[in-house]
């Protein structure tokens, strides 16, 4: 059993890190893990449907989803009035876990939950950034953003590690050493983490919202939030349809989105089974397609989003290749 000391105070942890490097399995594993702790789960996506909300485990009605917008920015008095009536419950949670948007930065959030009026009854316990091994290198022009998500963390999970070869871990390890002075990492297969080191692993230290952040310039311009709009540097499309979708090809339809595009998730109803829902997990170049448990009381339907660059795709591309695969 993990041990809180004598305070009184909620821990929060929130879960930061690019898009598709994995926070919402580490969240599962946290939910799902032999902890004894009451969990409230805060879970933003960026755009107006919370996928990844959908994705949580078992939590229905202790999952508090926080869509349409970044939680850093545009959205951070719906998160003060989301803690609030957390804290307002009768059976108030024994942790709480924010699992914030690929494309925001976490020195933001860690400053509203550390907002004098929380004060005694929160606390920041971590900021844990999630680094995919596989994919920490692509997508170079968001590179300072994810060198911020990781700045501003207490704890670095290289994630994946499975999916790349001890050189390239090593490449990785190289390069955080190059940028960071001091950093504690945990290498991972799966977001497999141990407990002890998810849950309460200290009250976060508040100079680490001054870190220094490392020169990038090469690779334009990162989040720069506060003080810049998500939306100018990442388009979110919608595609939501009734329309049975055929698997058959549709890794290959798949590969045909632009390169731009940095993620793509959500749930397709199948021709073949109508009755289980198909989650669709894309992440640069790596395509997951895996049949889930049955739709039971949701409604079956194509719900998608796909995440990239201004302009990159547009409804009708998702049409195309989810609707009408070749």
């Not at 297969?189 to 508040?206: H, P, W």
Request: proline share 5%; net charge negative.
């Amino acid at each position: 059993m993990i041990e809180f000391g004598s305070t009184s105070a909620i821990p929060v942890t929130i879960l930061t890190g690019f898009l598709g490097a994995g926070k919402t399995t580490l969240l599962n594993r946290i939910l799902t893990g032999n902890h004894g702790l009451r969990v409230a789960v805060l879970v933003n996506d960026f755009g107006s449907i919370n996928v990844d909300a959908d994705l949580v485990v078992g939590l229905e009605d202790d999952v508090m989803s926080l869509a349409n917008g970044c939680v850093c920015c545009s959205i951070r008095d719906d998160l003060i009035e989301t803690v609030e009536a957390v804290l307002a419950r009768p059976e108030k949670p024994e942790y709480i876990v924010l699992e914030a948007s690929g494309v925001s930065d976490p020195s933001s959030i860690a400053m509203t939950f550390t907002d004098q009026r929380f004060r005694d009854m929160i606390r920041l316990d971590s900021i844990m950034c999630l680094v995919d091994a596989e994919q920490v290198f692509a997508a170079p022009e968001q590179m300072e953003l994810k060198l911020r998500q990781i700045a501003f963390s207490d704890m670095v999970i290289l994630n994946k590690v499975d999916l790349v070869d001890r050189t390239t871990v090593q490449k990785v390890h190289d390069w955080l050493g190059s940028r960071f002075r001091r950093y504690r990492l945990v290498e991972a297969v799966n977001a497999e983490v141990s407990l002890d080191i998810l849950l309460s692993v200290g009250r976060f230290a508040a100079e680490q919202l001054d870190a220094d952040v490392p020169d990038h310039h090469e690779h334009g311009p990162g989040c720069g939030c506060p003080g810049q709009d998500h939306s100018a540097q990442f388009t979110t499309t919608f595609l939501h349809s009734e329309r049975p979708v055929s698997l058959s090809g549709l890794r290959d339809a798949i590969k045909r989105l632009p390169g731009e595009v940095y993620r793509v998730k959500g749930f397709v109803l199948s021709e073949e089974d109508p009755d289980h829902r198909v989650v669709v997990q894309v992440v640069g170049k790596r395509i997951d397609i895996a049949r889930e448990e049955p739709w039971g009381n949701r409604k079956p339907e194509t719900c998608l989003v796909a995440i990239g660059a201004p302009g990159a795709v547009s409804e009708g591309m998702l049409e195309d290749v989810f609707l009408e695969p070749v």
